[in-house]
């Protein structure tokens, strides 16, 4: 079974203030999990709130399962990066998938979704409404999505 | 590590409470609203959802809570939920659930608040 590849580096040790943690996620079950005990541990060990770590939570989740829903290749994976510094947290979530055009997303509305079919498609604003700054970067050689987020 | 999704259900005067451990991923959404169904079509209108032990969620698995919420609103029936992680109350503040079911600190809050609207 393929097996998620971690790097962790103390940035600045001497105080620690900054860390980062890189990770490369296969598609598998829940495999988002382990990128998130990753996160809390890091957020816990600079002293950042449980408020913010949960809001970092979701923000992380649905970053990365909608990357791994959209991964190509045949072995489809992620790779997460994030790096807390000063108190802010910066999220990149890689694909390699074919991309898409950000301008076609339809911003969900709950009255819109009750008495359709789909339910689904929350992610991209539950990202935006719980961070600072969202970014996409998307072309047919993959889609990279960087989240700031003020932790304290 | 958020541990594998359960759930637990109880019937109190008519109203259905069930309670979740773990990741409310898609499987897990999925297993509330099938459980969610079992009931409903034995005529239960008034559901409580306590996700005091699911500090883990995300939308996919949250949008089979909008299925419950759609059917209890067509038959004049009321969710709310209870014990929620303040991120995750955010989370389905975000996505306009309170719109259409409450919310209560814990699930005696929300019996209470079920008989005083009865």
Redesign the interface.
């Known amino acids: 079974m393929k097996e998620p590849v971690v790097n962790t580096t103390v940035v600045d040790s001497a105080t620690d203030t900054a860390v980062s943690l890189t990770i490369t996620l296969p598609r598998i079950p829940d495999i988002e999990l382990v990128a998130l005990e990753g996160l809390e541990r890091l957020a816990r060990h600079l002293g950042i709130g449980e408020e913010k770590i949960g809001e970092a939570r979701i923000v992380v989740t649905e970053a990365i399962i909608n990357a791994l829903e959209h991964a190509g290749g045949a072995h489809p994976s992620v790779r997460v990066e994030f790096t807390i510094s000063s108190g802010t947290l910066v999220v990149f979530v890689r694909d390699r998938g074919k991309g898409f055009n950000p301008a076609t997303l339809e911003d969900p509305v709950i009255q819109k979704k009750l008495g359709t079919q789909s339910k689904r498609g929350w992610g991209m604003k539950l990202m935006k409404s719980l961070s600072d700054d969202f970014r996409i970067q998307t072309g047919k050689s993959g889609t990279t999505i960087t989240i700031t987020k003020r932790m304290r | 590590?958020?541990q594998p999704f359960t759930l637990t259900t109880e019937v109190r005067d008519a109203r259905l409470i069930i309670s979740t451990s773990g990741?409310v991923?898609n499987?897990g959404g999925e297993a509330i609203a099938n459980e969610f169904q079992k009931h409903y079509v034995s005529g239960v209108r008034e559901v409580i959802i306590n996700l005091a032990h699911s500090?883990?969620?995300?939308?996919?698995g949250?949008?089979?809570l909008?299925?419950i919420?759609?059917r209890l609103?067509e038959s004049g029936g009321r969710l709310i939920f209870t014990n929620l992680?303040?991120?995750?109350e955010?989370?389905l503040a975000?996505?306009?659930?309170f719109?259409?079911a409450g919310k209560e600190k814990t699930v005696e809050d929300a019996l209470s608040a079920l008989s005083t609207q009865s």
């Open positions: 590590m958020e990741y991923n499987v500090k883990v969620v995300n939308s996919v949250m949008s089979f909008i299925e919420i759609e609103s992680d303040p991120a995750v955010k989370m975000i996505m306009g659930l719109g259409y």
